[in-house]
Every structure is written in C-alpha cells, then in structure tokens.
C-alpha cells in the first residue's frame, strides 16, 4: 500500500469542513423553526362548526417569530463558533491537561519532530505533552499558528525512536491532509448542540423541583413543562443530526494518516507496532469526552463499552486497530 493522493485528501476535507460549517448552522435554524411550530400547535387551535376543538398550526404566526428569532440565533452561535473556532487548542489543551513540552525537557522527542518535518517540508508545530502513565496521541489545530502535535508521558516512556517516529509522522499527516481543521469544526458544533441540549433538560428540573404555589401556578408550571419538553426533543432530534455528520468524517482518514506516517519514517512495522502497545492503554485518565476522544490515535477503552459504546461506535471516526495493524504489516 502506497501513501498518494495527499493533495485530493485536502481538498477533500476542504470541501467537507465548508459544508459542515453550512450544515451545523442549518440544522439549529430547523430546531428552531420545529420548536416554534410545535408550540404554536399546542397553544393554538379554534371550534370547529360542530363545536369541537381543533388545534391547528398558524403558520403566519411561526414565521413571523422564526423571523424574529433568526439573527439572534445567527448572532448567538455566530459568537459562540468564533470564540470556540480560535480558541480551541487552548480548550483542548485544557481538556486533556496538555502543556507544551520544552526543548531542554525532551530533545529526544524535537529532534524526531524535526526530522519527520524537515522530510515533508512542512513547518514544526508546537509540541504538547500531558503527565499521563497512559498511552495517547493527537493532533489539533486549524492553522499553522495553531497546529499542535500532543503526546503523553506514558507514550515517551513506553515507545522506542522508531515506534515514537511512526506516531509523530501519523499525527503530522492528519495535520498535512487538514483533518484537524475538519475534526474540530465537527467537535464545535456537536458541543453547541449537546450544550443546548443540557441547559434544557436544566430549566426543566429546576422548574419541576422549585415551582409550586397555588394551581394556576401548577397549571401554567405544567404547560410550561410541555414546551421545554417539545425544547428538548427537537434539540435530542438536532443532536442526532450532528452525529449523523460524523459520517462525512471518514474512517479513510486514519488509514490515510497510517500510511503516511509509515512513509515519513520509512518503516511500517515499526508503526504497526507502536499501535499495538496503545491499544493496551490507549486515551487519557481524566479525559471522559467522547468528541475530543476522536482526535486521540486510538479510541479509548472508556468509549467502546456498554449501550452507549455499541452507539458511538455506529458514529466511529476511527477503524478497528487490528485492521490498521494488518494493513501496515502488509508494506
């Protein structure tokens, strides 16, 4: 297996991160719409000529507030995007309790960095380091001021050069065929929505644990109920949405980004192997997010167990590890 086409990769992941950042946006705008229609339906309504009671959506009516509504939600996630968009190694860095590693502290691992970038003609990125006894790699970042390659502790301890050179080159591929940029456009809106998703199910046990009173109070508490409730389902149906996104997220990607770094260390078994010892401790100890796990260069343990790993795993960014062991040692 020969590593081409880096230039296609590129565009291709070009093209995908301009689509998502349409998509994500469409589909709040649609939770939204949803949400005013549904609760129109429930507080609308007339008697018919025969004197029973049909509830009826005003279409007019939903318009009117979607209109209204619109540049506040463009506005609001329009800001939201663009803290998260230019702040984001500072908040994965943050999430994973990465620091930048220091020349003097491990010339080792610059050195190897070096290399790999002097032989791809690429510029070095900033190198992170988490004080973790597991083992883990990742990159991250959307531009060249920004791209960072992390790796644990636990990793420098437990790889050889060669093995380390293979997960270097692996990261830095991701970096050179941009699926960094693409991986956290992906994790930015998937945040907004499941934060929607938690600030209503919020309003609604406060609601139902602080309200009480007299029963108009009880009864305007229950129709208040109802609409976070109607809330809450749109943005569980906008968040599988985002989830369904990741499909545009290809698993091609890691296989890409194997061969490439088998190439950029010019040996493929010594990467095959280093796989293998992370797949023993892969992820990181204080790290229990799912959309920042995507980035690491093995899915966690933590995330493929149970119900919920059974459903992550449908939305998985990443191959099986064997697979990718079996296709390196086939060089």
Same mark, same amino acid.
């Given at each position: 297996?020969?590593?081409?086409?880096?230039?296609?990769?590129?565009?291709?992941?070009?093209?995908?991160?301009?689509?998502?950042?349409?998509?994500?946006?469409?589909?709040?705008?649609?939770?939204?719409?949803?949400?005013?229609?549904?609760?129109?339906?429930?507080?609308?309504?007339?008697?018919?000529?025969?004197?029973?009671?049909?509830? +009826?959506?005003?279409?007019?009516?939903?318009?009117?507030?979607?209109?209204?509504?619109?540049?506040?939600?463009?506005?609001?996630?329009?800001?939201?995007?663009?803290?998260?968009?230019?702040?984001? #190694?500072?908040?994965?860095? &943050?999430?994973?309790?990465?620091?930048?590693? +220091?020349?003097?502290?491990?010339?080792?691992?610059?050195?190897?960095?070096?290399?790999?970038?002097?032989?791809?003609?690429?510029?070095?990125?900033?190198?992170?380091?988490?004080?973790?006894?597991?083992?883990?790699?990742? =990159?991250?970042?959307?531009?060249?001021?920004?791209?960072?390659?992390?790796? #644990?502790?636990?990793?420098?301890?437990?790889?050889?050069?060669? +093995?380390?050179?293979?997960?270097?080159? &692996?990261?830095?591929?991701?970096?050179?065929?941009?699926?960094?940029?693409?991986?956290?456009?992906?994790?930015?809106?998937?945040?907004?929505?499941?934060?929607?998703?938690?600030?209503?199910?919020?309003?609604?046990?406060? &609601?139902?644990?602080?309200?009480?009173?007299?029963?108009?109070?009880?009864?305007?508490?229950?129709?208040?109920?109802?609409?976070?409730?109607?809330?809450?389902?749109?943005?569980?149906?906008?968040?599988?949405?985002?989830?369904?996104?990741?499909?545009?997220?290809?698993?091609?990607?890691?296989?890409?980004?194997? =061969?490439?770094? =088998?190439?950029?260390?010019?040996?493929?078994?010594?990467?095959?192997? =280093?796989?293998?010892?992370?797949?023993?401790?892969?992820?990181?100890?204080?790290?229990?997010?799912?959309?920042?796990?995507?980035?690491?260069?093995?899915?966690?343990?933590?995330?493929?167990?149970?119900?919920?790993?059974?459903?992550?795993?449908?939305?998985?960014? &990443?191959?099986?590890?064997?697979?990718?062991?079996?296709?390196? +040692?086939?060089?």
């Amino acid at each position: 297996m020969k590593y081409v086409g880096i230039q296609t990769q590129i565009d291709r992941n070009n093209r995908l991160s301009f689509l998502l950042l349409l998509l994500f946006p469409c589909i709040l705008l649609g939770m939204v719409y949803v949400f005013l229609a549904i609760v129109n339906y429930l507080n609308g309504g007339y008697y018919n000529n025969a004197g029973e009671w049909v509830n +009826e959506v005003s279409w007019q009516e939903v318009n009117m507030y979607f209109l209204s509504a619109l540049p506040w939600v463009i506005i609001g996630v329009g800001i939201w995007f663009a803290i998260a968009y230019f702040a984001n #190694t500072s908040m994965i860095a &943050h999430a994973t309790n990465a620091r930048p590693l +220091e020349r003097r502290e491990n010339p080792r691992v610059y050195n190897i960095v070096e290399n790999l970038c002097m032989t791809c003609g690429m510029d070095m990125p900033q190198i992170n380091v988490v004080n973790d006894d597991m083992l883990n790699a990742f =990159a991250s970042g959307i531009n060249k001021k920004t791209y960072t390659v992390t790796v #644990t502790t636990g990793l420098l301890n437990i790889l050889n050069d060669e +093995e380390l050179a293979g997960v270097i080159g &692996h990261e830095l591929t991701h970096i050179r065929n941009r699926d960094t940029r693409l991986l956290i456009t992906s994790i930015i809106f998937v945040g907004i929505v499941s934060t929607i998703m938690s600030m209503v199910m919020r309003m609604m046990f406060n &609601h139902i644990m602080f309200s009480g009173g007299n029963r108009d109070r009880r009864n305007n508490g229950a129709g208040t109920i109802v609409i976070m409730l109607v809330g809450l389902v749109c943005s569980a149906i906008a968040y599988l949405f985002t989830l369904l996104t990741r499909f545009a997220i290809s698993r091609k990607r890691e296989y890409m980004a194997d =061969a490439g770094g =088998a190439e950029l260390c010019g040996n493929p078994l010594a990467l095959a192997s =280093a796989l293998k010892k992370i797949s023993g401790a892969p992820g990181l100890q204080n790290v229990e997010r799912e959309d920042v796990a995507q980035l690491f260069i093995i899915k966690p343990h933590a995330f493929s167990g149970g119900l919920q790993g059974f459903f992550n795993s449908m939305f998985a960014t &990443h191959p099986e590890t064997s697979k990718r062991i079996q296709i390196l +040692e086939q060089f």
